[in-house]
């Protein structure tokens, strides 16, 4: 499983890459999140390495994840350790729009999206399963306004005996960016149905500031907070996007 789903991502990518003229942007995430609920509690730190192509019709991005855990049950040490998570593979096809302009525009994607697993079998750095899903994406711009909302489904694979239910899941994202300024304020909302009959979703709120830096250089810092018992507690993720012109 691990070989065939390095082989089948690493196929897509650069196929698209040597499709395209467009020069990649390489995009490294660090997220840290605290989970604590009734008598379970848990610290995890997750890495996403990605790299991403996009002209003006065709998108795509390949990440791959990597885990660090360490949790407690009842007060004493659980279980803690660190692995690769899976391979991401998004191919975006935009569906309206121009190019960018100072006036107000709004752009849509249609996104396909596909999860494959670097493990044989469910464990905490992932299901062993594929996940495969479709969303729609719309951006908008007004003046210094900067309006991202996305709306999807996701079809979550099933390790034996497991039934999932397919998710509903969505996400907007509000910033502020003035010309020429280098820093600017970020806020989102993102939500996810319930995967198992009677679990609450999922829900949380993040906030922090983006700033934009010579040489097609750009990083965020974001703090999130979980608005239900599934979702966790609190957040810390840190972005550095770097554009490769070559």
Known sequence: MTVRAIVLAAAV?????AATAAPPTATQTMRWLRQDRDDFAGDYLISYSSLSWRDAAWSLRGSVSWLSW????????????SGLGAVYVTVGRRLWGG??????RSRGWLKLRGKLPLQNEYSVTGSGESDWGASLMVAHRHRALHLIAEVGILKLGEPQGVEYDG??????????????????????????????????????????????WSGGIST??????????????????????VRLDG
Do not use: C, H, K
């Open 13 to 17: 990518v650069l196929g698209a890459a």
């Open 70 to 81: 360490r949790d407690e049950v009842g007060g004493a040490a659980g279980t803690s350790g």
């Open 99 to 104: 190019e960018r302009s100072w006036r107000p």
């Open 167 to 212: 998710l509903l899941n969505g996400a907007v994202s509000l910033s502020y960016r003035r010309p020429g300024a280098r820093f600017y304020p970020i806020a989102g909302l993102s939500a996810s149905s319930s995967s198992l009959p009677g679990d609450p979703g999922y829900l949380e709120l993040s906030a922090g500031i983006g700033a934009v």
């Open 220 to 241: 965020s810092l974001l703090y999130s907070r979980g608005l239900t018992a599934i979702s966790p507690e609190g957040g810390l993720a840190a972005v550095v996007s």
